[in-house]
């Protein structure tokens, strides 16, 4: 993927005016348009009109719900979602993550540390359909999936997966029958740095399971506790 430059949009929403004018002026030195949304208030339509290549979302938004938003941005685009928010919680961040974000950064931050998030978040959601080791179709149960295409049916209907989800079910299809460990998973679909942020791939292989497993059919994908995770072979 090409580093972010200037054909890279970015919609920020948030409250604070220190962190508008910080994220904004490191990010316009990188090439990036930045579009702000101050109260959270206009953020779906700036979704729509501006077609950002990233949204950095806080949570705590004076005129709406954060947690809210990034469910309705989630179910209308597939635009990556990084939440950043005073929030610390680990509950706050497995609903962010429930909600569909790709990643959960902590107030207060360095510009490094969020400049890396966004290069990271951005390498994986961008991804295209190179040719992947193994067959390019492949047909377990009721699911199929192509991985050149980047598509996934379900009783020959399509499966809306983000580019999160299919990233890390491409990974484990890949290596179906293979035990894949945490840290395997998280160095190969989020990156360097996520080494410890194993609940990003309990929340995301349980997003998979619910759009493609079910409860009358034997799991796609097994659970050794305490090791990882494969699929079936």
Known sequence: ??????????????????????????????????????????????LETEEPDIVLLDLMLPEADGFELCRQM??????????????????????????GADDYMTKPFSVEELLARISATLRRTRRTGAAEPGPPVISVGDVVIDLTNQQVL??????????????????????????LSHAHLLRRVWGQGYQTETEYVRVYVQRLRAKLESDDAEPLIL???????????
């Open 74 to 99: 989630r179910e209308s685009s597939t635009v990556a979602v990084i939440v950043v928010s005073a929030r610390g919680g680990e509950r706050d961040k497995v609903t962010a993550l429930n909600m």
């Open 1 to 46: 993927m090409p580093e972010p430059g200037a054909n890279t949009r970015a919609l920020l929403v948030e409250d604070d005016p220190n962190i508008v004018d910080l994220v904004r002026s490191n990010l316009a030195v990188r090439g990036f348009d930045t579009v702000v949304s101050t109260d959270g208030r206009n953020a779906l339509q700036l």
């Open 154 to 179: 379900r009783r020959w209907k399509p499966v809306h997966l983000t580019p999160t989800e299919f990233a890390l079910l491409r990974e484990l299809v890949i290596n179906r029958g293979k035990l």
């Open 223 to 233: 659970t050794t506790p305490r090791a990882g995770y494969r699929f079936v072979a």
